[in-house]
Nanobody, 126 residues
Framework: QVQLVESGGGSVQDGGSLRLSCVLS????????LAWFRRAPGKEREGVAA????????NYQEFAAGRFTISRDNILRTVYLEMNSLKTEDTAMYYC???????????????????WGEGTLVTVSS
């Protein structure tokens, strides 16, 4: 059983920065793709960014490119989402998720991720 625990959410002003963290336990960290998703009030959940176990492949949703950075520390078993130049429309619950990578498979966040954290709330005010 994979367990994911997020932290780092909070309230910031427009233009501010936050770094989210997510620790994975229970399984071999380097077997898993890791991704961040978010769900804004009244909206569908959407992918933000995803990264392969070897960190060679990273995908970003268009709104995240250039402002957000996903990274992972395979020793600390942690995935991060560095968010800069935050906007009010970035207000959402942010979730990390894990997907076991099969040989020849992909970590793209449009694919099904099987394991989820409970989320951490990010609020951006003007």
């Amino acid at each position: 059983q994979v367990q994911l625990v997020e932290s780092g959410g909070g309230s910031v002003q427009d233009g501010g920065s936050l770094r989210l963290s997510c620790v994975l336990s229970g399984k071999t960290f380097t077997d898993y793709c890791l991704a961040w998703f978010r769900r804004a009030p009244g909206k569908e959940r959407e992918g933000v960014a995803a990264q392969s176990p070897d960190r060679r492949t990273t995908n970003y949703q268009e709104f995240a490119a250039g402002r957000f950075t996903i990274s992972r520390d395979n020793i600390l078993r942690t995935v991060y989402l560095e968010m800069n130049s935050l906007k009010t429309e970035d207000t959402a619950m942010y979730y990390c998720a894990a997907r076991k990578l099969s040989p020849g498979g992909s970590c793209f966040f449009g694919l099904t991720y099987s394991d989820w954290g409970e989320g951490t709330l990010v609020t951006v005010s003007s």
